[in-house]
């Protein structure tokens, strides 16, 4: 147990004050984007689409870290600088990343599928869905079952989330998280029982 959490503060996962434990801000931050993920909040979509332009210049490493910041909240790039998603989901961002961008309203003209195929690569993220939920009704052993609902969070966090008219019609996304759902109920079962013995 010891040398777990002592590897555990040195990844920055715990902070560790006079004794005692605690999840660091890093980890607390990353549980909160997973919690989202598995129970987003969506708007009813009007068919208007948000868009980010980079206004700002800056360093290779602000510039990074606004690219992350804005795939993080579900946006594509659809050019350098020009980043795109559907105005669905009441996304923010940070004052840097407020600083940096100028946010408009859009329509875009063309094959709205061909962009939204374009942008999100939603035949992939299916194919990825399916094999998950095929490898979870496979997994045998409480082992096996954690690192398949490893992998269905890790998918599940790159949901693009678009709105229900832009999905294909055997979106996995629900079925996804109630795979999640009921392995963490399991899982919970499980750990009062370990620690109970």
């Known amino acids: 147990m010891r040398v777990a959490l002592t590897r555990m503060v040195a990844a920055g996962d715990l902070d560790r004050d006079r004794g005692v434990y605690r999840l660091s801000p890093r980890l607390i931050a990353r549980?909160?984007?997973?919690?989202?993920?598995?129970?987003?909040?969506?708007?009813?979509?009007?068919?208007?689409?948000?868009?980010?332009?980079?206004?700002?210049?800056?360093d290779a490493a602000t510039r990074a870290a606004t690219r992350a910041e804005l795939t993080e909240l579900r946006y594509a790039e659809l050019r350098e600088g020009v980043w795109l998603r559907p105005d669905n989901l009441d996304v923010t961002g940070s004052d840097a990343l407020l600083t940096r961008t100028t946010?408009?309203?859009?329509?875009?003209?063309?094959?709205?599928?061909?962009?939204?195929?374009?942008?999100?690569?939603?035949?992939?993220?299916?194919?990825?869905?399916?094999?998950l939920l095929d490898a979870a009704g496979r997994a045998d052993g409480m082992a096996e079952r954690f690192e398949v609902a490893a992998a269905t969070v890790r998918h599940i966090l790159h949901d693009p989330l678009l709105p229900v008219e832009l999905l294909?019609?055997?979106?996995?996304?629900?079925?996804?998280?109630d795979s999640y759902a009921t392995f963490k109920a399991e899982f919970s079962r499980f750990a009062v029982d370990v620690l109970v013995d």
């Open 103 to 131: 946010s408009f309203s859009s329509v875009p003209g063309g094959d709205e599928n061909e962009l939204i195929s374009r942008l999100f690569d939603p035949a992939g993220w299916c194919a990825e869905g399916f094999a």
């Open 31 to 58: 549980q909160q984007r997973q919690d989202e993920a598995i129970s987003p909040a969506l708007r009813p979509w009007d068919g208007r689409w948000s868009m980010r332009i980079v206004t700002v210049p800056a």
């Open 168 to 177: 294909p019609a055997d979106w996995p996304g629900r079925r996804l998280r």
